[in-house]
């Protein structure tokens, strides 16, 4: 397997949502967690398997940043 350097992103999801006050919720879903929550709503990000985009701490930032 290739060695990527920076973190394995699953995907960058941005909402729009009233219920908690206005604005924009950022969400970044990382391949790789160890956490199992009982109530994950991402399982898939368990997985360390298939096929992100890698963000360097900088790049994601940068992606992020606007929101």
Request: charged content about 15%; hydrophobic content about 35%; some cysteine.
């Amino acid at each position: 397997m290739e060695t990527c350097s920076g973190l394995p992103i699953v995907s960058i999801s941005r909402l729009r949502l009233g219920i908690d006050g206005q604005g924009i919720r950022t969400l970044v879903v990382v391949y790789g967690c160890q956490l199992r929550c009982k109530y994950c709503f991402n399982p898939i990000s368990w997985i360390s398997s298939g096929h992100p985009k890698y963000y360097t701490h900088q790049q994601l930032f940068e992606t992020v940043r606007i929101d």
